[in-house]
């Protein structure tokens, strides 16, 4: 099989992120009552390189690799000749002589493309400035896993237009449902990539006219990793867009809530709304190794029947 990345969700076809969120729920099904049996890596190598900090990526890929029989390597810049000013291409080039795939959490997106271009084996982003599609995996397997098929539903993206928010807008093309943004003026989402989307997106500035009638509410902290600095400016601008109860009760009654973690309680939401049974954040984030797993199986080995 040739060479496969994953730096967006645009880089497979629908077909084949249909087939990888029910791959994910198979293979979760079947840890949850065997275990972890099924061993379809042994000796497989998974290179993990992290310029930005990580919790639920860095535990779910390397959990992925063991229970998969396989091994992960842990590589931050001061563990690779990366961070000594090495090439990309040249890092990348030596690596794919060593390991079977590269997992990189990244600043620039053009840097992890530059690095795709010269490897030989499968590299996933797991995170840049401009997207994160591996989050998307796990929001839409709990999105299917809890309401069944997503087609032609609403979901409601509320805050900054930043990687998340893009990659909300490729799974909506991709998946084929309608998304709503919700964001004050001057934090939309990459031109570009908003006119993609098409009809399927929209922008409202209201809060509570965006979450009106949706099937899922999502959000994400006001400043991102890099953007500290801009704290207080931000927290200005988005005053009037915290998540709370009050503003779920205004979607369907049996609308979800999700967030990709860590969650600033008190800022973006309100500070018991993860205690709300709406909020399945913890399913969630617990759906990142196996939507993972399914990914890195897909990108190793194709389309399997275990």
Not at 97 to 126: C, K, W, Y
Not at 139 to 145: G, K, L, Q, R, S
Request: hydrophobic share 40%; net charge negative.
């Amino acid at each position: 099989m040739a060479t496969r990345h994953f730096l967006t969700l645009l880089d497979l076809t629908p077909d084949e992120l249909h087939y990888l969120i029910q791959r994910a729920i198979t293979i979760k099904s079947n840890l949850k009552a065997q275990g972890p049996r099924y061993t379809p890596l042994p000796n497989r190598t998974l290179a993990m390189i992290f310029e930005k900090s990580s919790t639920r990526t860095r535990v779910s890929f390397e959990t992925a690799m063991a229970q998969f029989g396989g091994h992960a390597l842990f590589l931050s810049p001061r563990d690779t000749q990366l961070g000594r000013g090495e090439p990309i291409e040249d890092t990348a080039r030596v690596l794919a002589e060593m390991v079977d795939a590269v997992m990189i959490r990244t600043f620039s997106h053009q840097g992890l493309e530059t690095f795709a271009n010269a490897s030989s084996v499968p590299v996933i982003n797991a995170l840049s400035d401009d997207y994160h599609p591996c989050q998307l995996l796990a929001d839409i397997m709990t999105w299917t896993e809890l309401r069944g098929a997503v087609k032609g539903g609403t979901a409601v993206w509320i805050g900054d237009g930043n990687n998340m928010c893009h990659s909300w807008i490729n799974a909506a093309r991709q998946f084929d449902f309608n998304l709503r943004i919700c964001c004050p003026e001057g934090y939309e989402p990459r031109h570009d990539i908003l006119q993609a989307g098409g009809d399927r997106i929209t922008v409202v500035r209201d809060p509570k006219q965006a979450v009106a009638d949706a099937d899922l509410v999502t959000t994400d902290v006001w400043a991102s990793m890099g953007q500290e600095q801009e704290q207080a400016k931000r927290e200005a601008a988005f005053a009037g867009y915290q998540v709370t109860e009050a503003l779920l009760d205004l979607a369907k009654d049996d609308a979800l809530f999700l967030h990709c973690l860590p969650a600033h309680r008190g800022e973006e939401i309100s500070m018991t709304l993860l205690d709300d049974p709406r909020a399945v954040v913890w399913q969630e984030a617990g759906n990142r190794l196996h939507a993972q797993k399914a990914l890195i199986e897909f990108l190793l080995l194709g389309k399997v029947d275990a």
